[in-house]
């Protein structure tokens, strides 16, 4: 049975992604499609607090597939993780004749869907877009594709450099707790070692492998290092290999928030365009508290309470291929 629906508010929260863009696109022109209006909330949930949001239309998001970021900005609140905070919002909300709410984010954006959902009744969906691809409930998560891609082409740019010089080079890689970055940009590149939280394997591994690689006859390496492994970051990494291999020369490069720019993939694109198309039909169907996301090829929904809760495990078949194709 399809709810009748008049208008959706959508924004975007937390860390912006590559694609966010191509998600509100395909959001506000799949309400047109329906006959219901599209209201762009700017400034994530500080801007639903605060009404700041406009009507939309299909010529408001024209041209903006192809650009990163969100037009739409994004924000941490504070605030609206207060009980009081999500009164205001959901009070903004009444008084602005929203019928429902998307939300692209991660699973901080989510834990605040969840409770709005919760408190207030208000129709839900999630769309996660983050680069670090750590959501439970879908293989990926809009920007992490194109964030492959940029620290790709960077480190091959800084091989260039350490073959050309002899150097150790450590590069540290956005993903907070979760490896799918570094592992995947490691196997990519062609990478020596791949550090990642989810299998740490110590400073005396490292320091095995590096000697090896000497024995092998390689003048150079690198080292993929996800920020959220627990050796203590790539400079911390870089002292103590020093310490234990004099001879090498070593060099850290943080690719910090370069990461999160740049024009979405294709691959992005056409993620962020059918999840965005789902969240409205899910709406339609009356369906709340769920997140849209992709599995084996296909869009399903899973709860946001399990997307939050839940950990997206890392492959233990690619840290098998990782180690092999290093020596």
């Known amino acids: 049975m399809t709810k009748q629906l008049s208008s959706i508010g959508v924004l975007t929260s937390g860390g912006d992604a590559p694609g966010m863009n191509a998600a509100i696109r395909a959001v506000v022109r799949t309400c047109v ?17 605060e009404g700041k949001m406009e009507l939309l239309n299909a010529r408001s998001v024209a041209n903006i ?19 009081e905070g999500r009164q205001q919002a959901y009070d903004v909300f009444k008084e602005k004749g929203l019928d429902a709410l998307v939300v692209i984010g991660g699973d901080g954006s989510f834990t ?13 969906i999630g769309i996660p877009g983050t680069i670090d691809n750590d959501i439970y409930g879908t293989d990926f998560t809009i920007g992490y594709d194109t964030a492959l891609n940029t620290v790709v082409e960077a480190v091959d740019k800084l091989r260039d450099t350490a073959t ?17 970055i570094a592992l995947n940009t490691g ?8 550090l990642i939280p989810e299998a ?27 920020e959220g492994d627990k050796s203590g970051g790539a400079f911390e990494l870089a002292r103590q290999v020093e310490e234990r291999l004099p001879n090498y020369d070593s060099k850290v490069t943080v690719l910090g928030h370069i990461q ?48 939050i809760s839940q950990k ?15 020596l």
């Open 187 to 194: 196997i990519g590149c062609g990478a020596e070692e791949i």
């Open 112 to 124: 605040g869907a969840k409770l709005f959902a919760e408190e207030f009744g208000v129709p839900v």
């Open 164 to 180: 050309s010089h002899n150097r150790l080079f450590f590069i540290e890689v956005m993903g907070r707790d979760a490896g799918f």
């Open 260 to 307: 999160r720019g740049g024009s979405p993939s294709c691959a992005d694109r056409v993620l962020a365009s059918r999840l965005g198309v789902a969240a409205v039909k899910l709406l339609r169907e009356g369906q709340s508290g769920v997140m849209v996301g992709i599995r084996n090829g296909h869009v399903v929904s899973t709860f946001l309470s399990d997307a």
């Open 200 to 226: 740490s394997r110590g400073l005396d591994h490292l320091v095995n492998s590096l000697e090896r690689s000497g024995r092998a006859g390689k003048t150079s390496s690198i080292i993929i290092v996800a």
């Open 312 to 326: 997206q495990g890392i492959d233990p078949g690619l840290l098998e291929v990782a180690d092999i194709v290093s």
């Open 33 to 49: 499609h329906y006959g219901i209006k599209p209201y762009g909330i700017s400034e994530g949930y500080q801007g639903l607090m």
């Open 65 to 83: 597939i192809n650009q990163g970021g969100t037009f739409l900005k994004s924000a941490r609140c504070l605030e609206f993780r207060t009980p």
